[in-house]
């Protein structure tokens, strides 16, 4: 009897190390390829909501209903009103990187992200909103460790956004 509730306690506990190991996730932008090539990443990452859709302080006059977003267009929709307010708040990005083809965001916490492309000499890449987990609707799983390529326009203008808070 007291090997079951040995085990019984230690499977309770993995249980609990894996529930809190899987509270941060992290984010990958791949730059590419885009005709052939990789280029440049430069994003802001800014929280603007928990996983439960309540939005954070910095963006609580957003007026965005995340939980209301099922399309890409809604998604787009909702990324351009992400990055006006942003712009018209001054609100300070969590972190900035850029790397020469790819960046990663470590120790995210769940919830809901707006990364903003910073302007690179030679390509636009969409700014876009995501959350950690991931739910990928084709397999039914949640990722807490994610990778995406970002959608490139080469040549473009764009980019833009808050200043730093480091």
Known sequence: MKKIIFFAALALSLLFVSAVYAAEGSLTIVGG????????????????AGSDFTLTENFAGLGLDLSAIDTAEETEAAADVVSSYINENNIAYMYEKSGESQVTFSNLEEGYYFLEFNKTENADMMSFIIGIPYYDSDSGEYYYDVSITAKITAGSTGGGGGTGSD
């Open 33 to 48: 390829p885009y005709e052939g090539k990789y280029y440049k990443t430069d994003f802001s990452i800014y929280k603007i």
